[in-house]
């Protein structure tokens, strides 16, 4: 008999809905919130807001693109951590009731570990042991992974995220929310050996990235100092230099963990992994150290449903369920 997942997406500003049958993708289904473009960052109290509206009609049509009845839904896997309090009690309640009303089980998932298993989405897939490094706006981590449950965080942040200290760069530099494409983008075109910043002597496995955020501060606001138009002169290579420096960050702290435990298959994910310059630098680390390197493709790199369907599902076979009386946890560690 088919084992039929709905995953439900809501740590964030998106609200995500998706169908797995025994391990494949029926659908997957994201609703945006064009509203936090007018602030400049993601708003909360915002953010829980449209995931009310926008919550019921999203799993409506996941279910109906997989052509799927809802009696046939096995059990209903949340996000319930880590991420925005409110937006993740949205998600939470749904399930809940979702679970109740089908008589059907409720499935708990780390969002964090739902993007090291996007991996296992589509093929090729990874052997066990790998690597994966996990960067997005709110975490960065490298992870060794053992089994599709058995995960081990061996390096982390300290501080800030890969992908915060991209957002807030863009922030400096007058760019548009979300910043951390256009800075991609403009990279691209720009002299990433330009400017110098500095890279933090951290020791072991583990990131930081507040004192370059404030090297960057800095460094623009010197520059504007002695020249009004500096930022709109060197937009190009300001970005280039910038991206390249966290993305020697991450690598270099990425290879070290690969030498350090012996392991030649290696991964990225969350939604810095869509990067063009870091993916660039994965596949070429890859090449010269010798690695089986995986990404998976843009769609299941950034929040979304599929991930968390596909989480759901390894645990549905290993029967981890969870009670009616889970609650979110904006700080859930794996």
């Known amino acids: 008999m088919a084992v039929i997942i709905l995953g439900i997406e809501s740590s964030c500003d998106d609200t995500g809905a ?4 025994d391990g494949e993708v029926l659908s997957n289904v994201i609703a945006n919130q064009e509203v936090h473009r007018l602030y400049g960052g993601v708003v909360p109290e915002l953010a829980s807001r449209a995931h009310q509206e926008n919550i019921i009609p999203v799993v409506h049509e996941a279910i109906k693109k ?5 009696s046939a839904i096995n059990g209903v896997a949340i996000t319930v951590g880590p991420g925005l309090a409110g937006p993740l009690m949205v998600g939470t309640a749904f399930a809940k009731s979702f679970a109740q009303g089908m008589d059907i089980p409720i499935i708990s998932v780390n969002h964090m570990q739902a993007h090291v298993l996007a991996h ?8 066990f042991p790998f690597i994966c490094l996990t960067v997005s706006g709110g975490h960065t981590q490298i992870v060794l992974v053992n089994d599709y449950l058995d995960m081990e965080v061996i390096g982390q942040t300290n501080d800030d995220a890969a992908g915060e200290a991209f957002d807030k760069t863009a922030k400096i530099l007058g760019l548009p929310y979300p910043g951390g494409p256009l800075i991609d983008k403009y990279a691209a075109r720009g002299n990433p050996d330009r400017y110098t910043f500095p890279e933090p002597n951290i020791p072991g496995l583990d990131f930081s990235f507040s004192g370059l955020k404030t090297a960057i501060l800095y460094f623009v606001r010197d520059g504007s100092a002695k020249d009004p138009a500096f930022i709109e002169k060197n937009m190009a290579d300001i970005c280039a230099s910038v991206q390249q420096r966290i993305i020697s960050i991450v690598m270099n702290k990425l290879i070290k963990a690969a030498e350090q435990y012996q ?3 290696l991964a990225i994910a969350g939604g810095v992994s869509a990067n063009s310059g870091l993916r660039r630098s994965f596949e070429e680390a890859g090449k010269a150290y010798g690695w089986q390197t995986y990404i998976p493709r843009f769609e299941f790199c950034t929040d979304n449903a599929g991930m968390i369907a596909m989480t759901g599902y390894f645990k549905y076979l290993k029967k981890e369920f969870s009670g009616l009386d889970i609650t979110p946890d904006p700080r859930y560690r794996f």
């Open 18 to 21: 998706a169908i797995i049958r």
């Open 263 to 265: 392991i030649s298959s």
């Open 120 to 127: 296992f989405i589509e093929a090729p897939k990874p052997d």
């Open 66 to 70: 997989a052509g799927i009845a809802r």
